[in-house]
C-alpha cells in the first residue's frame, strides 16, 4: 500500500493555463506540505496543513491555492501557469507537527511548463 | 530562522568503504530535530536517520549514523559498507522551534555520492 500518493506523477502544459495536483495520504496523520524541488535539486517548503488548518505559506505566489478536503488529502492548485512554475512538487506527510516526528514523501510529479 | 549548509556538492567513494557526509546547522531554537534524506535518480524522497536535539547518543540505522556534534553544530552522515545502490543525492535538513517552525523542513543543497565499483 502507497503512504502517500500523488497524482499525476508528469504534467506538462502550456504558459497560461490551470492545473492541480493531487495528494492523499493513508498514515493517518494530522500534518501534510507541499514542498517544491526546482531544477538544482534544492527543496523548499510552499505549504504546511495541520488538521485541515493552514499553518505555514511559505511567500508562495496567489496562484497557488492548496485545498485540504478532510486531513487525508491536501491538493495543489495553480492558476496561470508560468515557465518558473516548472519544477518537481512533493507531498508530504507527518503524525503531528513535532519536531521529531520524519515527514513521508510522495512520489513527487514533475510539471513542465512550455 | 533555520539554514542548513552542506558543503560539498560532490563525493566520490569506493565499494565497501566508509564515507561521511557533512552538514552543518543554525538555529537559535535550542529545541529541534536533524534529518537525512536520500533521494536516488529516480526521484522519491528516503527517509534514513533522525537526530533530535536532546539526544544524547548519535543515531545509528543499520548502516547509516549520525555524528551528532551539537557544539560545532554539526550533523554528519556516515555511511559503512558503502554499496552500489547508495549512489544517490543526499539531503541534511532540520525542523526546529515551537509553534509554525515546527511545520517545515528546512533542507541543505544536497550531496551528489557516487559509488565506484
Known amino acids: 500500500d502507497t503512504a502517500v500518493s500523488q497524482t499525476p506523477k508528469y504534467l506538462v502544459t502550456q504558459m497560461g493555463n490551470d492545473k492541480s495536483i493531487k495528494c492523499e495520504q493513508n498514515l493517518g496523520h494530522d500534518t501534510m506540505y507541499w514542498y517544491k524541488q526546482d531544477s538544482k535539486k534544492f527543496l523548499k517548503i510552499m505549504f504546511s496543513y495541520n488538521n485541515k488548518e493552514l499553518i505555514i505559506n511559505e511567500t508562495v505566489p496567489n496562484r497557488f491555492s492548496p485545498k485540504s478536503p478532510d486531513k487525508a488529502h491536501l491538493n495543489l492548485h495553480i492558476n496561470s501557469l508560468e515557465l518558473g512554475d516548472s519544477a518537481v512538487y512533493f507531498c508530504a506527510s507527518s503524525q503531528d507537527f513535532r519536531s521529531y516526528n520524519e515527514q513521508f514523501f510522495g512520489p513527487g510529479t514533475r510539471l513542465t511548463v512550455l | 530562522a533555520q539554514k542548513i549548509t552542506q558543503t560539498q556538492p560532490g563525493m566520490f567513494v569506493q565499494e565497501k568503504e566508509a564515507v561521511t557526509l557533512d552538514c552543518t546547522y543554525d538555529t537559535s531554537d535550542p529545541s529541534y530535530g536533524l534529518f537525512w534524506y536520500k533521494q536516488p535518480s529516480s526521484g522519491e524522497m528516503i527517509f534514513l536517520i533522525y537526530?533530535?536535539?536532546?539526544?544524547?547518543q548519535n543515531a545509528t540505522e543499520g548502516r547509516y549514523s549520525l555524528n551528532f556534534q551539537k557544539a560545532r553544530k554539526s550533523a554528519n552522515l556516515v555511511i559503512s559498507a558503502s554499496q552500489l545502490g547508495d549512489s544517490a543525492m543526499y539531503f541534511c535538513?532540520?525542523?526546529?522551534?515551537?509553534?509554525?517552525?515546527?511545520?517545515?523542513?528546512?533542507f541543505g543543497k544536497g550531496t551528489l555520492l557516487t559509488v565506484n565499483p
Open positions: 535538513a532540520m525542523t526546529a522551534g515551537g509553534g509554525g517552525s515546527n511545520y517545515k523542513l528546512t
Open positions: 537526530q533530535g536535539s536532546y539526544d544524547q
